[in-house]
T-cell receptor
Framework: ETGVTQTPRHLVMGMTNKKSLKCEQHLGHNAMYWYKQSAKKPLELMFVYNFKEQTENNSVPSRFSPECPNSSHLFLHLHTLQPEDSALYLC??????????????FGPGTRLTVT | AQSVTQLDSHVSVSEGTPVLLRCNYSSSYSPSLFWYVQHPNKGLQLLLKYTSAATLVKGINGFEAEFKKSETSFHLTKPSAHMSDAAEYFCVSGSARQLTFGSGTQLTVLP
């Protein structure tokens, strides 16, 4: 399998559930990202991991908890979500270097619906 | 700080006619610039990237973009639209671990 994969592709969960999103990249990159894409809003960067260390956390509520066990895998653990958390969650990866061009490669996303 | 502005939120063209999606950037230095495309319920796919090697950049599916420093623009063009081009297009500025996204342009292709 190539590129960036995400599972599941669709997820419906209640506000009291706990679930996890999984992302795997097969590109040999060393940086991974979680984004949230809501209708009518720009993409929001949530978390950045570089060499398995979290380097960015853009004021994301604690009900979202990332985990990066190695440079190929990234998880987003979800608990006690709110309906406004319903969105498309995108994972991306890149080769983090001092010099650009810094392009990121995206997975197909997980469509999350919180009921 | 970097920013990108996509000048049109919606563009409609007829199949077989040219496509022009406009993007202006704001940066204090020569940026890395990209165009991404997103089809419904799919992730973002990289169309092309500008890295200062050449001002005219060719991408996939017949798309190209021209970097014009004097106009701070990076417009996306295609000579002849195809039905499969209907999607949302994002102009993006990049730096280390940070992508700045434009608000997107929805392209409709009419038969």
């Amino acid at each position: 399998e190539t590129g960036v994969t995400q599972t599941p592709r669709h997820l419906v969960m209640g506000m009291t559930n706990k679930k996890s999103l999984k992302c795997e990249q097969h590109l040999g990159h060393n940086a991974m990202y979680w984004y949230k894409q809501s209708a009518k809003k720009p993409l929001e960067l949530m978390f950045v991991y570089n060499f398995k260390e979290q380097t960015e956390n853009n004021s994301v509520p604690s009900r979202f908890s990332p985990e990066c066990p190695n440079s190929s895998h990234l998880f987003l653990h979800l608990h006690t979500l709110q309906p406004e958390d319903s969105a498309l969650y995108l994972c991306a990866s890149s080769q983090d270097e001092d010099r650009g061009p810094y392009e990121q490669y995206f997975g197909p996303g997980t469509r999350l619906t919180v009921t | 700080a970097q920013s990108v502005t996509q000048l049109d939120s919606h563009v409609s063209v007829s199949e077989g006619t040219p496509v022009l999606l406009r993007c202006n950037y704001s940066s204090s230095y020569s940026p890395s610039l990209f165009w991404y495309v997103q089809h419904p319920n799919k992730g973002l796919q990289l169309l092309l990237k500008y890295t200062s090697a050449a001002t005219l950049v060719k991408g996939i599916n017949g798309f190209e973009a021209e970097f014009k420093k004097s106009e701070t623009s990076f417009h996306l063009t295609k000579p002849s639209a195809h039905m499969s081009d209907a999607a949302e297009y994002f102009c993006v500025s990049g730096s280390a671990r940070q992508l700045t996204f434009g608000s997107g342009t929805q392209l409709t292709v009419l038969p």
